[in-house]
């Protein structure tokens, strides 16, 4: 298999725009590469539109950002359609959603109605609109922040929203010698637009069905079954990881193996990115909220690697 893309070309791309940040975009890039939605928690001013902006430059894809408010309407984001007086037609106005990377600003700030409106869009890559179904462009990606404190005004996503970001990360804040790096050059977001994309838009799909096959072998096949039965029987969840939670685990080990130049899935990969795929599916019990990363790294101790 040849691996077009690699990791360290995209990082030494970006490393002036995005100090400090090669966990987030590497975790950002895995994502993406496993066809899948990344949801971001943490606190405003970290850096989440400058990584959404990299990406999508890098990979030279369309982007478009939606600030989420409580009056932002499922419309706002899936498009309108208007009528025109001269054809005495309507003619359909495609929203911000009909773009390639979507970043949703504080998702948890829509009501339910609009965040629903994504469901849709992130599950099928289409959306209906008034009886009729438009396909969203290939590859579609949504990266969706919300802030982990503030709850006045907000909306807690549902299980089912949450089911359908494959990964959820944090970016957190800057070391403090990257940090005195943007201090002294200030912010390059606007010099983010006029980077020459390192991949073209066909290539990123190529890569990703790329990643599609993959080899998962039976062993690794029954490591993620059990951890998924394990989750279901614990003691800490009130739910474990659903079918879909399953092949995350499996898309994002593929992605990962394919970063590191292999064409077979190891059990490193899934441990490596078991924290970012499984903490916000299943339901934790009360007493167990305050130290998910433990229970999590305990849950898979427990568990016998194949070898």
């Known amino acids: 298999m040849e691996f077009k893309l690699s990791i360290d070309k995209i990082i030494n791309t ?19 590469l ?23 430059r890098c990979f030279g894809l369309n982007f ?9 309407l499922p ?29 949703v600003d504080e998702i948890n700030r829509a009501t339910p109605k609009t965040q629903s ?21 290939q590859p579609f990606f949504v990266i969706a922040t ?11 996503l549902p299980e089912a929203q949450l089911d359908r970001f494959i990964m959820k990360i944090s970016i957190g804040y800057p070391p403090r010698e990257a940090e005195k790096e943007i201090l002294k050059g200030g912010s390059k977001r606007e010099e983010l637009h006029n980077i020459t994309p390192l991949f073209s838009k066909n290539e990123l ?17 029954d490591y993620i079954l059990n951890i998924v039965e394990a989750t279901r029987k614990s003691k800490y969840f009130y739910a474990g990881l659903s079918t879909r939670g399953a092949l995350a685990i499996v898309s994002t080990a ?11 899935v190891i059990p490193e990969d899934i441990k490596e990115l078991i924290p970012y795929v499984v903490t916000h599916r299943v339901i934790f019990k009360e007493e167990y909220e305050a130290n998910k990363e433990v229970v999590i790294k305990s849950l898979l101790e427990n568990i016998d690697t194949p070898i």
């Open 14 to 32: 970006l490393s002036s725009y995005l100090h400090g940040k090669v966990r987030a975009l590497k975790l950002s890039i895995i994502a993406l």
């Open 34 to 56: 496993a066809d899948g939605h990344l949801l971001i928690e943490d606190l405003p001013g970290i850096g989440k539109t400058t990584l959404a902006i990299a990406l999508a």
């Open 64 to 72: 478009a950002r939606i600030q989420a408010t409580s009056d932002l």
């Open 75 to 103: 419309s706002d984001i899936t498009g309108v359609s208007i009528y025109n007086k001269k054809t005495g037609e309507f003619e359909f106005r495609p929203g911000p959603i009909f773009n390639n990377i979507v970043l």
């Open 117 to 137: 409106a994504l469901l849709e869009a992130m599950g099928e890559r289409q959306v209906t609109i008034e009886g009729k179904t438009y396909k969203l462009p």
């Open 146 to 156: 919300q802030n982990p404190i503030e709850l006045y005004g907000t909306f807690p």
């Open 205 to 221: 799909i190529e890569i990703q069905n790329q990643v599609k096959n993959i080899y998962v072998s039976d062993k690794i096949t």
């Open 254 to 264: 593929k992605a990962n193996a394919y970063l590191n130049k292999r064409d077979y």
